[in-house]
């Protein structure tokens, strides 16, 4: 089966206690929309982001879930997730995004994106769900999700295509990169062979590496 875009996700402004925001606003809730968006370099076009110091930018324009592992929650969780629910803008369907190597690209409708980096748990994630240990429970299922760069902007609506047009023979993935950095650190080191990984988190696993020598 070819992979595609099951639903493109735009956050609404939501006011809440468990917002990461100082104002108390948070973009996490995003909801299906008709038609193509922007996918621009800076970010989707039309989404809200409330707490820009730990979201959005370059290097996380993008988020992208995939719908076979929101299925999975839905039964753990036993209820229903709709599209947008993990907070991505690109619900992916018969996409491995947990398999998906740092740095391949993606040809998606009119755009290029670039895989980067697996998303972090955050208890703005855990206050919107209602799930005071979904940190934890997000952390062991491993499947994060994957930020991506925009490298050529462009629109993408559901429906479209989703083309692996270049993959890095490093072969390191978005699943290995979350598991040496939360769950497997004997994995670290391998995480340097990506050098398509954003730079703040190549200078961490640096740093880790080298405090694990003896």
Known sequence: MTGRVAAVNLGVVTEAEWAGDASGRSGIDKRPVDGPVL???????????GERAHHGGPDQAVYA???EDAQWWAEELGRGIRPGGFGENLTTWAVDVTGAVIGEQWAIGSAVLQVTKPRTPC???????GVPDLIKRFTLRAAPGAYLRVLHEGEVGAGDPVEVVDRPAHGVTVGEVFRAMNLEP???PRLLD???LPEPILEKVRRRVAGSRP
């Open 194 to 196: 990506a050098a398509e």
């Open 123 to 129: 208890t703005t994630f855990a206050g919107f769900w």
């Open 186 to 188: 004997e994995l670290l």
């Open 39 to 49: 996918l621009r370099a800076d970010g989707v076009a039309g989404d809200f982001i």
């Open 65 to 67: 879930y995939a719908e």
